[in-house]
């Protein structure tokens, strides 16, 4: 396969999914199992209508099963499922039905929220439906017309899923087998986002209604630190505020409470709603701003512009007296734009902090939200 797409002006390489390469190793196998020839390679379909030739390893043939393997490949994309194995092993049955499972590797759903039923091995839907096609697929060209029953294992994916979201999703045993195209696109955000809508709508099935957002771990280590509230209830919202926004109001949070460092939301006071340095970085020209409007003199503005982090900034507005002014005007501003993002829909309000000065600012409704937060009145599930 080599499929390539243009991104952030360099050409990159596409992968397949983990999705692909079960439902490919499920099609050799079957064809294994029914013809007792083993396969070299591979032909199946993905939903976004691209045909991939596969490789496949490991071929196993017995009279009762047959089991081979597809290397999974990511491509330019940095996926920790890179060049792990995706095995799967075939049976014939006396039901007349594809059965599909999860063996050793791959994880099982404990959490509600997901797309997989608690309980169930962690192969999703869409996956589900390639390997039922492919394997229907060869059963037919080889005029069978009995059951058959699947189970998909990754030998690495117990050690490869402790480096994933699925701990937190409450997906435990291995890794999850995804895909919705059966393509993975280089440097994709659609895994990130889909992970924070997971982790949002579970917290809706546990029944909670107030939702608590961090953009990453120096939030989760700042509200573990300051305040009485179960850090394991904050979902990461990672660089992507306005995205996690969008998804509380769809999913009818009543409140959300955004704890953030300062060198994230400091942007936010710009409108800057994705606040990954790629796409805008608008720190100093923020901090110099409000400084100027507090009224700090022209030396320290530029010295404001020269500052490599947040902190070295906030030293020189606290040096000037104007500090406390500052992040007044620039929490309002944050204010503003949240809840426009919000769109009146749900009560929003936001703490940030350094982790040097403390807390630099709330926002309207913070001390209602963070007090529910500690008193129990809020966030309960």
């Not at 083993?38 to 596969?54: A, S, Y």
């Amino acid at each position: 396969m080599n499929i390539e797409v243009f991104k952030h002006q360099k050409k990159l390489k596409c992968g397949y999914t983990t999705g692909s390469c079960a439902a490919a190793a499920a099609k050799a196998a079957v064809y294994m199992l029914l013809s007792g020839e083993p396969q070299k390679h591979v032909e199946i379909d993905t939903p976004k209508g691209v045909r991939l030739l596969l490789d496949i390893e490991n071929p196993i043939i017995t009279s009762e099963y047959a089991e081979c393997a597809v290397k999974k490949y990511s491509g330019d994309d940095p996926d920790v499922t890179n060049g792990a194995l995706i095995y799967a092993m075939v049976r014939r049955n006396d039901k007349n039905i594809i059965s599909i499972t999860g063996g050793i590797g791959v994880g099982t759903v404990t959490k509600p929220g997901l797309s997989v039923e608690v309980g169930k091995s962690a192969i999703n839907p869409v996956p589900i439906r390639m390997i039922t096609n492919e394997a229907l697929k060869a059963c037919e060209g080889l005029g069978y017309k009995g059951g058959i029953d699947i189970v998909i294992s990754v030998p690495e994916g117990v050690e490869i899923a402790k480096k994933t979201f699925n701990p937190r999703l409450g997906i435990l045993g291995g890794i999850s087998i995804l895909g919705t195209s059966g393509i993975v696109e280089p440097m994709s955000e659609k895994a990130i986002l889909d992970t924070i809508y997971i982790e949002m709508k579970q917290q809706i099935e546990l029944g909670n209604k107030n939702l608590l957002i961090c953009p990453g771990n120096y939030g989760r280590d700042f509200i573990k630190e300051s305040f009485d509230i179960d850090v394991e209830r904050a979902v990461k919202c990672s660089n992507y505020i306005g995205e996690a926004i969008d998804f509380a109001v769809e999913l009818g949070f009543e409140s959300i409470l955004l704890i953030g460092h300062v060198g994230k939301l400091v942007k936010v006071a710009a409108g800057v709603m994705d606040t990954h340095s790629k796409v805008a970085d608008a720190r100093m020209e923020v901090l110099a701003l409000y400084g100027a409007l507090s009224g700090g003199d022209l030396a320290m503005l530029n010295s404001i512009m020269e500052c490599v982090t947040t902190d070295e900034a906030i030293k020189l507005l606290k040096s000037s007296g104007i500090l406390e002014d500052v992040f007044e005007k620039i929490t309002t501003k944050i204010n503003e734009h949240l809840t426009r993002r919000a769109g009146g829909k749900t009560k929003i309000a936001a703490i940030i902090f350094s982790n040097v000065f403390g807390v630099l600012g709330k926002t309207k409704y913070a001390d209602e939200l963070i007090a529910g937060v500690s008193d129990g009145t809020l966030y309960k599930g």
